[in-house]
T-cell receptor
Framework: ETGVTQTPRHLVMGMTNKKSLKCEQH?????MYWYKQSAKKPLELMFV???????ENNSVPSRFSPECPNSSHLFLHLHTLQPEDSALYLC????????????????FGPGTRLTVL | AQKVTQAQTEISVVEKEDVTLDCVYE???????LFWYKQPPSGELVFLIR??????QNEISGRYSWNFQKSTSSFNFTITASQVVDSAVYFC??????????FGGGTRVLVKP
């Protein structure tokens, strides 16, 4: 496979369930991201990982727990979610631009459409 | 603080018409990067272009063209001779330190046959 893949593409879960979203990048990148896209808000950055280390947590509730075991894989563990967490969750990756801040081009996966009942 | 504004929430055109999407940004950085992404109904954001703040040359790629004007903090995007396949949501984004992207709210383009 090429690019950034995400599984599952669709997920329906109850508020008491525990589930995980998976993201894998085949681009040789060293940074990975989670975004939330809901109907009412623009794209919201949730987490950033550089070389497997978390460098950004954008005040995300603890019911979302990210995990980055290596530079190619990123997970988002979900537990006791709320209906307002229903959204499209997008994963992205980039090659860190080093001395050129802001230059990273992020490549996105197809997203996981999450519905919380 | 970084901010990107896409004032047009939705644009509807008939096939073969040109459509221009506006993007205005705010930043205090002297070096920055601007991006456009396309999000078709399938959901995936597709990267279209990246420009840096030192390069104000307009760019054309097929039916797409971009007009970067630093004096007005704008980075507008034009689709020439639109096609139904151009129907999507288009996002403008600003790249900042910390490898973070600030996205605009998006403009939905509907091209009718």
């Amino acid at each position: 496979e090429t690019g950034v893949t995400q599984t599952p593409r669709h997920l329906v879960m109850g508020m008491t369930n525990k589930k995980s979203l998976k993201c894998e990048q085949h681009l040789g990148h060293n940074a990975m991201y989670w975004y939330k896209q809901s109907a009412k808000k623009p794209l919201e950055l949730m987490f950033v990982y550089n070389f497997k280390e978390q460098t950004e947590n954008n005040s995300v509730p603890s019911r979302f727990s990210p995990e980055c075991p290596n530079s190619s894989h990123l997970f988002l563990h979900l537990h006791t979610l709320q209906p307002e967490d229903s959204a499209l969750y997008l994963c992205a990756s980039s090659r860190l631009a080093g001395a050129r801040p802001g230059a990273d081009t992020q490549y996105f996966g197809p997203g996981t459409r999450l519905t919380v009942l | 603080a970084q901010k990107v504004t896409q004032a047009q929430t939705e644009i509807s055109v008939v096939e073969k018409e040109d459509v221009t999407l506006d993007c205005v940004y705010e930043t205090r950085d002297t070096t920055y990067y601007l991006f456009w992404y396309k999000q078709p109904p399938s959901g995936e954001l597709v990267f279209l272009i990246r420009r840096n703040s030192f390069d104000e040359q307009n760019e054309i790629s097929g039916r797409y063209s971009w007009n970067f004007q630093k004096s007005t903090s704008s980075f507008n995007f034009t689709i020439t001779a639109s096609q139904v396949v151009d129907s999507a949501v288009y996002f403008c984004a600003l790249g900042a330190a910390g490898n973070k992207l600030t996205f605009g709210g998006g403009t939905r383009v509907l091209v009718k046959p």
